[in-house]
């Protein structure tokens, strides 16, 4: 346990509307990430930031922003849920200074866009 | 861009018998990281094994050991001795050095039969 808590655990929203999730650490970690998991790709990486206001796209970014204020804190939004963003969202964080080390995991968030 | 295969959708094994989950990767690095993660039904991600690309020795963590094959680029999980409480998706993931993409493969679903 890294002390990660995502919320909400469960959502489901309409689409076109807008979604904000929420990844919080304990442990002052400087890099955080955001993956989506869906059946037959594994985990896929959306944002991270490496540190506060500092972030970077990922893989499959199209479709969301992240914001990171706090170091604690690192927020995922979809501006306009579409139904294809529905899917699991996990929040991980590095415990290395430069991101090049073993990453822990959230416990989720399912998100279904209806 | 690099790329995680994991050829065995699914796979069962008695408890306490031995399996071997494989995996291959794509990539043109030479350093890098290899590792194998868990997900329970919880759907929690646990790290399970981490193998860094310098190292040739495998990497050992109680019943799990990995077969690192860097020519081959293969990195194969073994898991002896078979608990119930090891069914669970299982998930081998990439990441080059000093890069915060990790790669994740689609995922082995183990069941454990009593």
């Known amino acids: 346990d890294a002390g990660i808590t995502q919320s909400p655990r469960h959502k489901v929203t309409e689409t076109g509307t807008p979604v904000t999730l929420r990844c919080h650490q304990t442990?002052?970690?400087?890099?955080m990430y955001w993956y989506r998991q869906d059946p037959g790709h594994g985990l896929r990486l959306i944002h991270y930031?490496?540190?506060?206001?500092?972030?970077d796209k990922g893989e499959v970014s199209d479709g969301y922003s992240v914001s990171r204020s706090k170091t604690e804190d690192f927020l995922l939004t979809l501006e306009s849920a579409t139904s294809s963003q529905t899917s699991v969202y996990f929040c991980?964080?590095?415990?290395?200074?430069?991101?090049?080390?073993?990453?822990?995991f959230g416990p989720g968030t399912r998100l279904t866009v209806l | 861009a690099q790329t995680v295969t994991q050829s065995q959708p699914e796979m069962s094994v008695q408890e306490a018998e031995t399996v071997t989950l494989s995996c291959t990767y794509d990539?043109?690095?030479?350093?890098?990281?290899l590792f194998w993660y868990k997900q329970p039904p919880s759907r929690q991600m646990i790290l399970v094994i981490r193998?860094?690309?310098?190292?040739?020795q495998n990497a050992t963590e109680n019943r799990f050991s990995v077969n690192f094959q860097k020519a081959a680029k293969s990195f194969s999980l073994k898991i002896s001795d078979s608990q119930l409480g090891d069914t669970a998706m299982y998930f081998c993931?990439?990441?080059?050095?000093?890069?915060?993409?990790?790669?994740f493969g689609a995922g082995t679903r183990l069941t454990v039969k009593p």
């Open positions: 991980a964080i590095s415990t290395g200074t430069s991101g090049t080390d073993t990453q822990y």
């Open positions: 442990e002052n970690h400087r890099y």
């Open positions: 930031s490496y540190g506060v206001k500092d972030t």
């Open positions: 990539t043109s690095e030479n350093n890098y990281y």
């Open positions: 193998q860094e690309a310098y190292k040739q």
């Open positions: 993931a990439f990441m080059k050095y000093n890069n915060n993409d990790m790669r």
